[in-house]
C-alpha cells in the first residue's frame, strides 16, 4: 500500500499534475457579492480617456456615438460594468470639473500635472462621463476634488449633478442641455490623500473629510449620497484605524483600500511582456496579498463597526509594470495570461470577502495598467483581463457559497505560494457559479468539489487558457487569447471533477 502511495506521488509530481479538495457549504450562503466589486476606473492619463474612449465629435473616422468609440460602448456594455470611478487617481485632485462644462470651444485648457504635463482640452468633462455611464449602464463614481479644490467647488458639483431645480447649478446644468439631474451616488472624497491627494497625515485627512462631506448634500432620495473616504495603500493599517476612530460613522459609507501588484515603486517594475518566471511568481506574491490586506483592514474595521456597515472598497487593484513606451507618464502596458491570474485570483479573495468588501475598481479601464480594453487608431482589442472579468461577471450580486479548499502550493525555490484560489455563488435560479484559478506556472490540477448532498444534475463551463504565461492579444491577433467551452467538468455522487491546467481561469455552472 506504502509503496502504490509513493508510485502515485511521484506519478503526479513527475507528470506535473497536483491535487486540489475543495468543498462548498451551500447550506451557509448568505452574504450577497455586491456586484460592485466589479467596477471600473478611468482617469485623464496617457491614452485612457483621450484616444481610448474619446475621440470628439468632429474629424474622426472612427465611428462614434457623442464623441465615444462605439466599440467602446459595446465591449463594456458586454462586460456589465457596473459602476465607473472618474477622473482619478491623482489626477482627481487637481480637476476644476466648472472647466469641463459649457461649450467645448469655451473650456479652458490646464496642464495634467501628474501626468507627463500634457495640455489638457478638458473637451471631456461631466455631461460626457455622465452620458457614458448612461449609455453602458454603469453607476458613476465621482473622485471629488479634496486636495486643492475647495469645499464650495465639490459642494457644487454635488447639486450640479443631482439637484433637479431651483439651485444656480441646476439652472447652469440645464442652460447646459441637461435638463434632468443624473442621480450621482457614489462620491469619493479625494484620492489616496496620503500621496498625491495632499500629502495629508491620517488625523488631518479625518478631519478634512468631515468638512468636505458636511457640505456635500443628499438633495434628493434618488441621489442619497454613498461617501467614500480615502483609503489606505496596501499594508497602512494605522490610516484605517484612523479613520475608523476619528471619522463619526453616519457620514462615511465606505473606505477605500489600494493595492497594486507591482514588483518595487523605486526600481524597474519589470516589463509586461517577456517577463521570467521569477518575476511571475514575485507578481503572484503581490497579487496574493490582497488576501492579507483585506483580511487585517477588516479586522480593524471591525473593532470599530462590528455590524460591518461601513464598507471597504478597494478603488484601485491591478497589475503595474513597466510602460510600453507609449508616452510620457502614459502607464500603457501589453496584458498577458499573467493579468489574467491577477483578475481570477484577486476577484475569488473579494467575492471571498464579500461580507466587508463592497466595492472595487480594476485600475484601469483602457490603455493603462492592467487594462481590459487596449486600442490604436480605429483598431479594438480586448484583454485576457476583460475575458476574466466577463467569465466571473456571473457573480454579481449573486449569494457567496463559502468555500474550504486545500490546495497544493507552487513553488519557486524555497517559496511557496498557493496554487488554486477558488469562489463559488448561488444566483437567482438557485444554479451554482464556481470559478478556479490555478497560477502555477507549470503544473495542473487535478480539482474535486465536493458538492456536500446537493443534488445538481447539469454541469457546464467555460476556460480561459493559453500554450505560454507571457500571451496576449495584439492588434494583428486579437483572439490569440480568448474564452473557450469547458466540458472537462464532471459531475458524480455529488462530487465535480476536473483537471485545471496550468496557469488558468475555469468558471463552472452547476445546475439542477
Ligand atoms: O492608477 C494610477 C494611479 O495610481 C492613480 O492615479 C493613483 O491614485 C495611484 O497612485
Given at each position: 500500500?506504502?509503496?502504490?502511495?509513493?508510485?502515485?506521488?511521484?506519478?503526479?509530481?513527475?507528470?506535473?499534475?497536483?491535487?486540489t479538495?475543495?468543498?462548498?457549504?451551500?447550506?451557509?450562503?448568505?452574504?450577497?457579492?455586491?456586484?460592485?466589486?466589479?467596477?471600473?476606473?478611468?482617469?485623464?492619463?496617457?491614452?485612457?480617456?483621450?484616444?481610448?474612449?474619446?475621440?470628439?465629435?468632429?474629424?474622426?473616422?472612427?465611428?462614434?456615438?457623442?464623441?465615444?468609440?462605439?466599440?467602446?460602448?459595446?465591449?463594456?456594455?458586454?462586460?456589465?460594468?457596473?459602476?465607473?470611478?472618474?477622473?482619478?487617481?491623482?489626477?482627481?485632485?487637481?480637476?476644476?470639473?466648472?472647466?469641463?462644462?459649457?461649450?467645448?470651444?469655451?473650456?479652458?485648457?490646464?496642464?495634467?500635472?501628474?501626468?507627463?504635463g500634457?495640455?489638457?482640452?478638458n473637451?471631456?468633462?461631466?455631461?460626457?462621463?455622465?452620458?457614458?455611464?448612461?449609455?453602458?449602464?454603469?453607476?458613476?463614481?465621482?473622485?471629488?476634488?479634496?486636495?486643492?479644490?475647495?469645499?464650495?467647488?465639490?459642494?457644487?458639483?454635488?447639486?450640479?449633478?443631482?439637484?433637479?431645480?431651483?439651485?444656480?447649478?441646476?439652472?447652469?446644468?440645464?442652460?447646459?442641455?441637461?435638463?434632468?439631474?443624473?442621480?450621482?451616488?457614489?462620491?469619493?472624497?479625494?484620492?489616496?490623500?496620503?500621496?498625491?491627494?495632499?500629502?495629508?497625515?491620517?488625523?488631518?485627512?479625518?478631519?478634512?473629510?468631515?468638512?468636505?462631506?458636511?457640505?456635500?448634500?443628499?438633495?434628493?432620495?434618488e441621489?442619497?449620497?454613498?461617501?467614500?473616504a480615502?483609503?489606505?495603500?496596501?499594508?497602512?493599517?494605522a490610516?484605517?484605524?484612523?479613520?475608523m476612530?476619528?471619522?463619526?460613522?453616519?457620514?462615511?459609507?465606505?473606505?477605500?483600500?489600494?493595492?497594486?501588484?507591482?514588483?518595487?515603486?523605486?526600481e524597474?517594475?519589470?516589463?509586461?511582456?517577456?517577463?521570467?518566471?521569477?518575476?511571475?511568481?514575485?507578481?503572484?506574491?503581490?497579487?496574493?496579498?490582497?488576501?492579507?490586506?483585506?483580511?487585517?483592514?477588516?479586522?480593524?474595521m471591525?473593532?470599530?463597526?462590528?455590524?460591518?456597515?461601513?464598507?471597504l472598497?478597494?478603488?484601485?487593484?491591478?497589475?503595474?509594470?513597466?510602460?510600453?513606451?507609449?508616452?510620457k507618464?502614459?502607464?500603457?502596458?501589453?496584458?498577458?495570461?499573467?493579468?489574467?491570474?491577477?483578475?481570477?485570483?484577486?476577484?475569488?479573495?473579494?467575492?471571498?470577502?464579500?461580507?466587508?468588501?463592497?466595492?472595487?475598481?480594476?485600475?484601469?479601464?483602457?490603455?493603462?495598467?492592467?487594462?481590459?480594453?487596449?486600442?490604436?487608431?480605429?483598431?479594438?482589442?480586448?484583454?485576457?483581463?476583460?475575458?476574466?472579468?466577463?467569465?466571473?461577471?456571473?457573480?454579481?450580486?449573486?449569494?457567496?457559497?463559502?468555500?474550504?479548499?486545500?490546495?497544493?502550493s507552487?513553488?519557486?525555490?524555497?517559496?511557496?505560494?498557493?496554487?488554486?484560489?477558488?469562489?463559488?455563488?448561488?444566483?437567482?435560479?438557485?444554479?451554482?457559479?464556481?470559478?478556479?484559478?490555478?497560477?502555477?506556472?507549470s503544473?495542473?490540477?487535478?480539482?474535486?468539489?465536493?458538492?456536500?448532498?446537493?443534488?445538481?444534475?447539469?454541469?457546464?463551463?467555460?476556460?480561459?487558457?493559453?500554450?505560454?504565461?507571457?500571451?496576449?492579444?495584439?492588434?494583428e491577433q486579437?483572439?490569440?487569447?480568448?474564452?473557450?467551452?469547458?466540458?472537462?467538468?464532471?459531475?458524480?455522487?455529488?462530487?465535480?471533477?476536473?483537471?485545471?491546467?496550468?496557469?488558468?481561469?475555469?468558471v463552472?455552472?452547476?445546475?439542477?
Open positions: 500500500m506504502k509503496k502504490y502511495l509513493i508510485f502515485l506521488f511521484s506519478l503526479s509530481v513527475f507528470s506535473g499534475i497536483s491535487q479538495k475543495i468543498t462548498l457549504n451551500t447550506d451557509l450562503a448568505k452574504t450577497k457579492i455586491n456586484k460592485h466589486i466589479y467596477g471600473h476606473f478611468a482617469e485623464h492619463l496617457g491614452r485612457c480617456i483621450y484616444e481610448g474612449i474619446y475621440v470628439g465629435e468632429g474629424n474622426t473616422k472612427i465611428p462614434n456615438t457623442a464623441g465615444v468609440r462605439n466599440d467602446i460602448i459595446t465591449a463594456l456594455k458586454d462586460l456589465k460594468v457596473p459602476n465607473l470611478r472618474w477622473p482619478g487617481g491623482c489626477f482627481a485632485d487637481a480637476y476644476q470639473w466648472k472647466d469641463g462644462i459649457g461649450p467645448k470651444a469655451n473650456r479652458p485648457k490646464m496642464v495634467n500635472v501628474w501626468w507627463g500634457v495640455t489638457e482640452d473637451s471631456f468633462g461631466t455631461h460626457d462621463f455622465l452620458d457614458l455611464c448612461e449609455r453602458i449602464g454603469a453607476e458613476p463614481y465621482l473622485a471629488g476634488n479634496v486636495g486643492s479644490g475647495t469645499v464650495q467647488d465639490l459642494s457644487d458639483w454635488v447639486s450640479y449633478v443631482n439637484q433637479p431645480t431651483g439651485s444656480p447649478m441646476s439652472d447652469l446644468r440645464i442652460k447646459n442641455g441637461r435638463k434632468e439631474p443624473w442621480n450621482v451616488k457614489i462620491w469619493g472624497v479625494g484620492n489616496e490623500a496620503w500621496g498625491c491627494g495632499g500629502n495629508m497625515t491620517a488625523d488631518y485627512y479625518a478631519n478634512i473629510y468631515r468638512q468636505y462631506a458636511t457640505f456635500m448634500k443628499d438633495i434628493t432620495p441621489s442619497k449620497l454613498y461617501k467614500v480615502s483609503g489606505a495603500s496596501s499594508d497602512d493599517f490610516w484605517t484605524e484612523t479613520l476612530k476619528n471619522i463619526p460613522h453616519n457620514m462615511m459609507s465606505a473606505l477605500a483600500l489600494h493595492h497594486y501588484s507591482v514588483l518595487s515603486w523605486v524597474t517594475k519589470g516589463p509586461s511582456v517577456g517577463f521570467s518566471e521569477a518575476t511571475y511568481f514575485k507578481t503572484m506574491q503581490e497579487a496574493w496579498k490582497m488576501e492579507e490586506f483585506v483580511t487585517k483592514h477588516s479586522t480593524i471591525d473593532k470599530y463597526d462590528p455590524e460591518k456597515k461601513i464598507d472598497i478597494v478603488d484601485e487593484w491591478g497589475g503595474w509594470y513597466d510602460t510600453d513606451a507609449d508616452g507618464g502614459a502607464l500603457y502596458q501589453q496584458n498577458t495570461m499573467r493579468d489574467a491570474m491577477i483578475a481570477g485570483l484577486t476577484l475569488n479573495i473579494f467575492n471571498n470577502h464579500a461580507d466587508r468588501v463592497r466595492g472595487a475598481n480594476l485600475a484601469q479601464i483602457v490603455n493603462v495598467l492592467q487594462a481590459v480594453i487596449l486600442t490604436k487608431e480605429e483598431k479594438m482589442i480586448l484583454t485576457p483581463t476583460y475575458h476574466v472579468m466577463k467569465m466571473y461577471n456571473v457573480h454579481q450580486d449573486a449569494t457567496l457559497v463559502p468555500i474550504h479548499i486545500e490546495s497544493p507552487y513553488q519557486f525555490g524555497d517559496k511557496k505560494l498557493t496554487a488554486v484560489s477558488a469562489s463559488a455563488s448561488k444566483d437567482a435560479s438557485g444554479a451554482l457559479n464556481i470559478s478556479l484559478t490555478n497560477i502555477d506556472y503544473k495542473s490540477q487535478e480539482i474535486s468539489i465536493n458538492l456536500r448532498g446537493e443534488d445538481f444534475t447539469k454541469v457546464s463551463g467555460q476556460i480561459l487558457a493559453s500554450g505560454k504565461i507571457s500571451d496576449h492579444n495584439t492588434f486579437p483572439n490569440k487569447v480568448a474564452i473557450k467551452d469547458f466540458s472537462g467538468a464532471k459531475l458524480d455522487k455529488g462530487v465535480l471533477k476536473l483537471t485545471l491546467p496550468a496557469y488558468s481561469v475555469v463552472l455552472n452547476v445546475k439542477k
